[in-house]
């Protein structure tokens, strides 16, 4: 189509299958824009033993709108429930913009026997996904949930406070379909979501990015974006719900800048028998609202079977200093000892309960400390060896200032985190 395309009011593509063959494939070009307005939609689906159709799309501008409808409107793919077949694969390319609102989708699900086909979304410019708008392959059978491959140059999920999913989600649910031969519940598997960013990631307003599993393994969910990832009011979660002894899915996060603004990063078992469930954030900064990770309000957790791991060179956060094992410091080569106390730390009073900075007596801490009954009289500055710094600290919360020695010498933040 040179121009542009619109489906709306209940127009649709559709190829499906009812036997053994296979449907065909729907191939859709647009030069300009492509928009799938109020129940309009492209769609393969099989009812038999026969594979539903691939979908496939290219436009400059892709909107999928469903006005806050309650009938169905984007580009979907299923194996309906009774069937053998596979769901088809949905290829979706968009050269400036894929925008998916008001409850707009793109989905590929089976209720059947088949596999969830791949969803992959390639766009030169930016995703937005809005007020209930969703892209997710789910099984609600024995079949397997899909793979999600997104890239963009931009990506922006925004629930706009709908309580309703508004999102990226692979789900492996339970119904009368998730019944196998022998009536036992199928230990179907979620898919992984695979989200490469070149720009900014931005996660707001009750959005979320998950996946989920009853009786079979959890979805992996990687996230690699170029400059920012910044989740408010927002989600993302991978979760095991049965008492299963299935691997539950990871959470792998790299990107320069990550921000939280009571927002949430969780990977979650119902019970300590399921494995994995790690959580892996690589950031060059981490920044949460009030200075604050281990609050209700922002939450960075990993499974009780699995491992947190957060590589951070700089973390604006309160934090717990540990002892890390690194070899001392060429003196004669600096030209002068990093650790003399010339080299000033600072501590400063916060008034809670802290734990000890350091082990090695040698150094010594600059301590500022401020009159705990008034904090606008005068700091007073005293010079402590290390045991009485810690001594110090085990009874009051400070905000430690490291020198350039101590950076050196005790350089790894461990982000405390309450597993229970």
């Known amino acids: 189509v040179n121009e542009t395309l619109q489906l709306s009011n209940g127009g649709i593509i559709n190829s499906g299958t009812f036997g053994t063959g296979d449907a065909g494939t729907i191939i859709v070009t647009v030069n300009e824009a492509l928009q799938l307005l109020d129940e309009g939609r492209i769609s393969t689906n099989t009812s038999s033993t026969g594979e539903a159709g691939n979908i496939d799309i290219t436009a400059r501008q892709l909107i999928i709108d469903g006005l806050g409808g309650s009938i169905y409107t984007g580009i979907s793919s299923a194996a309906e429930p009774g069937s053998d077949g596979n769901a088809g694969m949905i290829t979706v390319a968009a050269n400036e913009i894929l925008?998916?609102?008001?409850?707009?989708?793109?989905?590929?699900?089976?209720f059947g026997a088949g596999d969830a086909g791949t969803i992959i979304v390639t766009v030169n410019g930016v995703l937005q996904l809005l007020d209930e708008g969703r892209i997710s392959t789910n099984t609600?059978?024995?079949?397997?949930?899909?793979?999600?491959?997104?890239?963009?140059?931009?990506?922006?999920?925004?629930?706009?406070g709908s309580n309703i999913f508004t999102g990226i989600?692979?789900?492996?649910?339970i119904d009368s379909n998730a019944l196998d031969d022998s009536n036992t519940l199928a230990d179907s598997n979620a898919g992984t979501v695979n989200i490469d960013i070149g720009n900014t990631v931005e996660v707001l307003n009750n959005g979320?990015?998950?996946?989920?599993?009853?009786n079979g393994r959890g979805g992996d969910i990687y996230i690699n974006s170029g400059k920012l990832v910044q989740l408010q009011n927002a989600t993302i979660k991978t979760s095991v719900e049965g008492d299963v002894s299935e691997k539950a899915g990871n959470i792998t996060i790299t990107v320069p800048?990550?921000?939280?603004?009571?927002?949430k990063i969780l990977a979650s078992?119902?019970?300590?028998?399921?494995?994995?469930?790690?959580?892996?954030?690589?950031?060059?900064?981490?920044?949460?609202?009030?200075?604050?990770?281990?609050?209700?309000?922002?939450v960075i957790k990993a499974a009780?079977?699995?491992?947190?791991?957060i590589t951070s060179p700089e973390l604006n956060i309160v934090g717990v200093l540990a002892n890390v094992e690194i070899p001392s410091l060429d003196i004669e080569r600096i030209g002068q000892d990093p650790c003399s106390r010339s080299r000033e730390n600072s501590l400063r009073n916060l008034g809670h309960g802290g734990t000890p900075a350091f082990q090695h007596e040698e150094n010594y801490i600059r301590i500022n400390r401020a009159n705990d009954s008034d904090p606008n009289s005068n700091i007073q500055q005293n010079d402590l060896t290390t045991s009485q710094a810690n001594s110090l600290a085990n009874q009051t919360e400070y905000t430690i200032t490291l020198s350039e020695c101590s950076k050196e010498q005790h350089s790894l933040l461990n982000l405390q985190q309450d597993a229970h």
């Open 304 to 309: 009780d079977s699995g491992i947190l791991n």
């Open 269 to 298: 078992t119902l019970t300590t028998e399921t494995t994995g469930g790690d959580v892996d954030i690589t950031a060059t900064q981490l920044i949460a609202s009030g200075n604050d990770f281990n609050s209700e309000d922002n």
């Open 169 to 173: 989600s692979s789900y492996a649910l």
């Open 208 to 214: 979320q990015i998950s996946t989920s599993s009853v």
């Open 140 to 160: 609600s059978s024995t079949g397997e949930a899909g793979n999600i491959d997104i890239t963009a140059r931009q990506l922006i999920i925004d629930g706009l």
């Open 99 to 110: 925008q998916v609102v008001n409850g707009g989708r793109i989905n590929s699900d089976t």
């Open 257 to 263: 800048v990550l921000v939280l603004n009571n927002a």
